[in-house]
């Protein structure tokens, strides 16, 4: 009989994947800087979705940032005004192309709804973290 210690050996690969982090306290109108933990296997980009599937009238399902490198680690991105109070928002990392395919989702976690506006335009940072904790813009290394 093969031993227990070798059937969690041999699982081992599968579950040290992409994993998001929840953000934390969120609200309406805020920024949050989502981070993950991956492995070479995963994807090299996805996209970031806000998401709440929950018994709730309208359901949400929003894009916060396409094309985010895996590499970075972490990316900023702002919580949209319109949405719904709910504690059972998740954030997915979908694959670009089809959306349908979650790469990965964070635990669930709250949005406060405060009075907000929203600009015409946003944007997403990623951000990496070097070996010695120095924190730079992954578009222009600084």
Do not use: E
């Not at 599968?14 to 309406?28: K, V, Y």
């Not at 998401?51 to 985010?68: E, T």
């Not at 998740?90 to 709250?110: C, E, I, K």
């Amino acid at each position: 009989m093969p031993s227990p210690a070798l059937f969690v050996w041999a699982l081992l690969p599968f579950t040290r994947a992409l994993q998001i982090n929840s953000p934390g306290h969120a609200a309406t109108g805020s920024d949050v800087t989502v981070t993950w933990s991956h492995v070479d296997t995963d994807p090299a980009k996805f996209d970031l979705n806000l998401w709440n599937g929950a018994a709730q009238s309208p359901a949400v399902n929003r894009l916060l940032a396409s094309g985010v490198p895996v590499a970075a680690d972490a990316v900023r991105v702002s919580i949209p005004c319109g949405i719904p109070s709910s504690g059972a928002y998740q954030l997915l990392a979908v694959n670009g192309a089809n959306s349908s395919d979650v790469y990965a989702r964070s635990g669930q976690f709250s949005i406060a709804v405060v009075s907000c506006t929203t600009s015409a335009t946003s944007t997403a940072r990623t951000t990496r973290t070097s070996f010695r904790g120095v924190q730079t813009d992954a578009t222009t290394g600084i």
